[in-house]
């Protein structure tokens, strides 16, 4: 029996083919672009480092990980970004918006275990259990626990995207970006970002409901109440 033979794609023979295909590739590469320079547009002059950043009540770290119940590296660089604001100053209460979905899995607890170890007062950091991505992070901030400005902590190649979505969903924000080294992880997150820009193009359009919203709590509210 005959195997059938492999279908290739044809190209265009002709030139005026030819241009038109260019022409839809070049297309089709400017609107995979255009979300990214969306981001890049709507933060310029929006990023700070830990000694110039602005002083403000509420500072928002995003979780990015654990290692065997623990922050991961670069979960734990944010954090120290955070403890450094703190203690600086600049910030009075730091919330921590993360993952736990799992009982075995629980971000936000292991932040907020790793900054009082580090000299933040346990008082003054919030746990907000359902950032379940950086846009569910934002709205949450907004809606729950009633942040209207703050510093956003996270790693460079995400520190726009939290910053352009935080603003769509209502907080006036700043963003710190942690340096990192150019490792496997970096060029990861870097590439990530290309992919992720689109989605949050979209949620800033379309302002979905978070995975899980729920009733307005008070821990940020309480915390600068003890924090004056």
């Known amino acids: 029996m005959r195997r059938p033979k492999r279908m290739r794609p044809r190209l265009p023979r002709t030139r005026a083919g030819q241009r038109r295909l260019v022409r839809a590739v070049a297309a089709g590469c400017v609107l995979a672009l255009l979300p990214a320079t969306w981001m890049w547009t709507a933060t310029g002059g929006r990023l700070r480092g830990t000694a110039d950043a602005p002083r403000t009540d509420v500072a928002v770290v995003f979780g990015a990980g654990l290692w065997n119940g623990e922050p991961s590296p670069y979960l734990a660089h944010r954090l120290d970004a955070a403890a450094a604001l703190y203690r600086?100053?600049?910030?009075?209460?730091?919330?921590?918006?993360?993952?736990?979905?799992?009982r075995d899995y629980d971000e936000p607890d292991a932040m907020r275990a790793y900054l009082t170890?580090?000299?933040?007062?346990?008082?003054?950091?919030?746990?907000?259990?359902?950032?379940?991505?950086?846009?569910?992070?934002?709205?949450?901030?907004?809606k729950i626990f009633g942040v209207h400005r703050a510093v956003?902590?996270?790693?460079?190649?995400?520190?726009?995207?939290?910053?352009?979505?935080?603003?769509a969903a209502g907080v006036d924000s700043w963003g710190v970006g942690v340096e990192?080294?150019?490792?496997?992880t970096w060029y990861y997150g870097g590439t990530r970002e290309v992919?992720?820009?689109?989605?949050?193009?979209?949620?800033?359009?379309?302002?979905?409901?978070?995975?899980?919203l729920g009733p307005r709590e008070t821990g940020v509210d309480r915390a600068l109440a003890g924090a004056r």
């Open 88 to 102: 600086a100053g600049r910030v009075k209460v730091l919330l921590v918006t993360g993952d736990n979905s799992r």
């Open 117 to 142: 170890r580090h000299g933040v007062p346990a008082a003054r950091v919030v746990t907000d259990y359902a950032g379940f991505d950086t846009w569910d992070s934002c709205v949450r901030a907004r």
């Open 152 to 167: 956003l902590v996270s790693q460079g190649f995400h520190i726009r995207r939290a910053v352009a979505l935080c603003d």
């Open 180 to 184: 990192e080294k150019n490792d496997a």
């Open 195 to 212: 992919f992720a820009a689109a989605k949050a193009a979209l949620d800033a359009v379309f302002h979905p409901d978070p995975t899980f």
